[in-house]
């Protein structure tokens, strides 16, 4: 069983929807959440940071994490085109290893 | 965007010979990671440095060896190619470890012929 568990999709919604990306993680030590985002062919890049338990605001994007559940969530609100991308989760215990779900890729239709 | 360089972007080899694949920062972060990116498995960590000369495996080392001589330059090696280290190789820093966040380069895509 993977330690980070994250559908792939590919996840079609049209332009204006609530998206709602998801992981689920087995390991009762992680801390912190991440949510990624990437382009085609391009690097990953940070979008959304959170500690421990609660929710996260910024802008459209809302980060959830569910800690006694160990499931955590990425909402993005009035999704745009420029919103389509891969989506991918990350998790860490401490300093050392930071490990990633599998990604979603996203598709927002005009 | 970070000052983060990957050498080369793009290369094709041929089975059994020695790879080495180049990461350059201009952050002076800390730590330096490399992972490989495949489909249906995400993103993986091969190996990560956190100081110079200091380094670690990560889920997926075998076949690979790293090298920090330098703050800015982190080198992984594959000593003999195969085709299953076909990939995408992702080079990321970050300047206190996994719980702060990690920048990533733009990635080299290998190819084991």
């Known amino acids: 069983q993977k330690e980070v568990e994250q559908d792939p999709g590919p996840l079609s919604v049209p332009e204006g929807a609530i998206v709602s990306l998801n992981c689920t993680y087995s390991n009762s030590a992680f801390q912190y959440f991440m949510w990624y985002r990437q382009y085609s062919r391009k690097g990953p890049e940070l979008l959304m940071y959170?500690?421990?338990?609660g929710n996260k605001e910024d802008g459209r994007f809302t980060a959830q994490v569910d800690k006694s559940s160990k499931y955590i969530s990425l909402f993005i609100r009035d999704s745009q085109p420029s919103d389509s991308a891969t989506y991918l989760c990350a998790m860490s215990a401490g300093a050392q290893k930071l490990v990633f779900g599998q990604g979603t890729r996203l598709t927002i239709n005009p | 965007d970070a000052g983060i360089t990957q050498s080369p972007r793009h290369k094709v080899t041929e089975t059994g010979t020695p790879v080495t694949l180049r990461c350059h920062q201009t952050e002076n972060h800390r730590y330096m990671y490399w992972y490989r990116q495949d489909p249906g498995h995400g993103l993986r960590l091969i190996h990560y440095s956190y100081g110079v000369k200091d380094t670690d495996k990560g889920e997926v080392s075998d076949g690979y060896s790293v090298s920090r001589s330098k703050t800015e330059d982190f080198l992984l090696t594959l000593e003999s190619a195969t085709s299953s280290q076909t990939s995408v190789y992702f080079c990321?820093?970050?300047?206190?470890?996994?719980?702060?966040?990690?920048?990533f380069g733009q990635g080299t895509r290998l190819t084991v012929v």
């Open positions: 990321a820093i970050s300047k206190q470890g996994a719980d702060t966040e990690a920048f």
């Open positions: 959170t500690y421990s338990s």
